[in-house]
């Protein structure tokens, strides 16, 4: 019902997007750009894409790094993300995570960004969400969609989770990854307009969790993802505490959250990404699970990136 009696706002908020993608006067780069976005507000699962990508082309002796907006944070950048260093609260969470392995700049400013970081000779940028920035060309871009949730009820915010039309953000991408089971036929739906590639979301090193016992807590965009994650691991979660993206844990809740699981004996887990929000005194009480992505067709990621040598 929600959904319906907002449907013209929605339907104005697609419509702005389209006018400011068709007017926009985006700086072409010198070294290839890839986006890796989706089409809703909400966790879709760019980040361990973005990871992936950045390791596939760090072993093809690519220098690439990570461009964000620092969604979360108070700076502004352009700026080096640097763990030791910046917190969430300055930089976001994604990027903070992202830095641990891949170098990564944050900026709202993104053309800014991009001139930073090829001052600092990076080669390949890989832009972190902005498949709706009209500041910088990309070069490659890719659609991430949740295979459970798919395009919601199909009405732009605020009468659903969409950032623009789906017709249109499909005629402009390069691929669209489907991430986890394609309840709603995603792939069938959209395979004779666009390259689909499908991929799920795994724990790393699975094993040493199988017939583990769990408290579990995560504040992602689907956070009974993470669940999901740690059972078909092999773990049981004797306990699990969604909250919201990007959620500000509070001394209180942590607390909370460490006396529940020492109360029924087990560790207390959470998502990387969460992780690096919480405060460094949380830190070494609570465990981080790391999660990567498992490919479908690991010859249509490598066909996807061989594609990349024609620009920039």
């Excluded at 002796?61 to 700076?75: D, I, M, T």
Aim: glycine share 10%; charged share 25%; proline share 5%.
């Amino acid at each position: 019902m929600a959904g319906r009696l907002l449907a013209p706002a929605g339907w104005l908020y697609a419509k702005a997007t389209a006018w400011r993608l068709a007017h926009g006067h985006p700086w072409k780069a010198p070294v290839p750009v890839i986006c890796v976005g989706n089409l809703t507000a909400g966790g879709a699962g760019k980040t361990p894409v973005v990871r992936d990508l950045a390791k596939r082309l760090r072993e093809r002796g690519r220098n690439p790094a990570v461009l964000s907006r620092g969604y979360g944070g108070r700076e502004s950048g352009p700026l080096e993300v640097e763990p030791g260093r910046h917190q969430a609260a300055d930089v976001g969470d994604e990027p903070l995570l992202l830095a641990r392995d891949t170098a990564c700049w944050i900026a709202q400013d993104r053309a800014a960004g991009a001139r930073a970081m090829i001052a600092k000779g990076i080669d390949v940028i890989i832009m972190d969400d902005g498949l709706q920035n009209t500041s910088l060309i990309q070069n490659l871009k890719l659609v991430v969609v949740d295979g459970i949730t798919g395009f919601g009820n199909g009405h732009a915010i605020p009468a659903g989770p969409l950032r623009e039309d789906i017709k249109a953000g499909i005629a402009r991408a390069d691929a669209l990854i489907v991430i986890g089971d394609d309840k709603h036929g995603i792939t069938e739906t959209f395979s004779n307009q666009i390259n689909c590639l499908q991929a799920n979301v795994e724990v790393v090193d699975s094993a040493s969790l199988s017939r583990i016992r769990f408290a579990a807590f995560a504040g992602i965009g689907r956070p009974e993802k993470f669940k999901a994650s740690l059972i078909q691991a092999g773990a049981d979660v004797l306990e699990f505490r969604g909250f919201a993206d990007h959620h500000a844990f509070s001394e209180p809740e942590i607390t909370r959250l460490i006396a529940r699981a020492e109360e029924l004996g087990v560790p207390l887990v959470t998502t990387e990404k969460d992780w690096v929000r919480l405060d460094p005194k949380w830190q070494s009480q609570i465990n981080a699970i790391e999660i990567n992505i498992s490919w479908k067709d690991e010859a249509a990621v490598t066909s996807l990136l061989n594609t990349l040598k024609r620009h920039g």
